[in-house]
């Protein structure tokens, strides 16, 4: 039995199938026919975003804290052009994102028609798959390819063109044709793993002296911690995890080692250098992990478990390559794996340790913040960062022990990314305390938001780390420029106020002795909060690997004052 519908009708209808409870989005010409639908499907929540660029994020947001799809609709031209940077670091990161654009009136195609863009054109080489609708018949189908491209294998954004005509064109509904957006566990592959590669990968792990376990985004998106746990506690081997594996592994567990790469910690990227196996699991081996590709653990055998095939051998040579969902291809290796320990190279690696910059831990520090927000919320809240230097030292000193509690821009370092995709961060993850955590740069970028969380009662905590500056990027000027300051002063709202304007509770904290009792105070409110933190203008992320460097060139506290002129 089919059903004669609109095109907009369709749309929804196809959505609620494929298990879509919120979408982000704002309205326009080419895309009210489907808001006009909209409205006849109220389990379809719609968040009015203030900026397009707010609803790929959210969307983002709510794929990484949930496992399922994430959705975000613009009208056409400049709507579906505002969407570009959420869909690329959607990509960047691969996260599941389904994005539906108006179109103008098939008719009027090609003709530089009012808010006529090629969006298709424009996000091709950043979406997964990108699709024009160009007839109502194809809309079922269209939305079922769109949730499968966007969920199986490797995650990534997909983007539905519709125009107006065929939205408003009426076709026939057949429906129940389609799964659920479950989530991405339920559509993992099986592993493709060639014969004797498991065994030879379990013979590397048995006799390597100096391993090391490299976690990256694979292990969260498979959902893989406890055979991560099993893998790590059987032999003993010292876990790493990159930017995006953060929270893949408990911190606090004693063979947790750090983050690596350009900011890790200067034990992390010696024990790379000296290792003679690295066990890397669902990660790319970018170059802020690897520092210079030429010197990076030359004395290495790699062995890499990845989703997507092509990342195999893309950066570094591998011995063996184990392709498929890291949590099946742990599952199939794990009955290999023999009990071993790794005592003596541990206790070598404890020799690397570098005593933490002191300079940090006076006065209103980042980790002292940090402390006080995870104190605050028993360790129980999702971090949302931005990008710059307070990313690193959200990164590196917040003791993260949930599965999945950091979500970054890791790929495209999106500058704006945190309160928006906090905002799909606490829909997904209703009645659990969320903190979008931000510089002053990159909050001004996106915090026409408030509105937004203050009209759908979004309750996310925002953190200003406010520095006067684009922090990282004054960093850069301050090693490599000659402390040449050109463009990263930065002059900021008063923060407070600004939260007043929106109606929602601010606060300043300028010095230590406020901030626990602020940070309480901002965990206890119901609704959103913003918080301004007044640290040192001028503190830096420390040890860093200056680019084109290898891991073994770090940059440490003490030497900089040799690179820096007075
Ligand atoms: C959209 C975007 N524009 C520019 C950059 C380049 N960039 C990287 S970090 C940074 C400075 C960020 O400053 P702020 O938000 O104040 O954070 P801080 O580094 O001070 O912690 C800039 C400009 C970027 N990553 N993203």
Known sequence: MTESLTGSQILCRALLEEGVDVLFGYPGGAIMPFYHALPEFPALRHVLVRHEQAAAHAADGYARASGRA??????????????????????????????????????????????????????????????????????????????????????????????????????????????????????APPPRCPAGSLEEAAALIATAERPLIMAGHGVVLAGAYAELLVLAERTGIPVITTLLGISGFPESHPLHLGMPGMHGEVHVNRAIQQSDLIIGLGLRFDDRVTG?????????????????????????????????????????????????????????????VRPRDESFRAGLSPQAILDAIGDASDGRCTIVSDVGQHQMWV????????????????????????????????????????????????????????????????????????????????QWQQFFHGKRYSATPIWSPNYVKLAEAYGIAGHRVESIDQLERTVADAAAEPGPVLVEFMIEQEANVFPMIPPGGSLSEPIEAEAVTALIPA
């Open 70 to 187: 994430g959705v975000c609709v613009a009208t056409s031209g400049p709507g579906a052009t505002n969407l570009v940077t959420g869909l690329a670091t959607a990509n960047m990161d691969s996260t599941p994102v389904v994005a539906i654009t108006g179109q103008v009136a098939r008719a009027m195609m090609g003709r530089d028609a009012f808010q006529e863009t090629d969006i298709i054109g424009i996000t091709q080489p950043i979406t997964k798959h990108s699709r024009l609708v160009e007839d109502v018949e194809e809309i079922e189908d269209a939305v079922r390819e769109a949730f499968h491209v966007a969920r199986e294998g490797r995650p990534g954004p997909v983007l539905l063109d519709i125009p107006k005509d065929v939205q408003n064109q009426r076709g026939s509904w057949a429906g129940g044709q389609r799964g659920s957006n479950g989530t991405l566990r339920d559509t």
């Open 292 to 352: 210079n590709l030429a010197g990076f653990a030359r004395g290495a055998k790699v062995i890499h478990i990845e989703l997507d095939p092509s990342e195999i051998g893309k950066n570094v040579p591998v011995a063996v390559g184990l392709v498929g969902d890291v949590r099946n291809v742990l599952c199939s290796l794990l009955p290999l794996i023999a009990a071993r320990n790794c005592d003596g190279w541990r206790r070598e690696i404890a020799g690397f």
């Open 395 to 474: 990164a590196k000193l917040f003791r993260y022990q949930r599965p999945n509690s950091h979500i970054t821009s890791g790929g495209l370092g999106t500058m704006g990314f945190a309160v928006p995709a906090a905002m799909g961060v606490a829909l997904a993850r209703p009645g659990e305390p969320v903190w979008a955590i931000s510089g002053d740069g990159g909050f001004q970028m996106n915090m026409q938001e408030i509105a937004t969380m203050v009209q759908e009662g979004i309750p996310v905590k925002m953190a200003v780390f406010n520095n006067g500056y684009l922090g990282m990027v004054r």
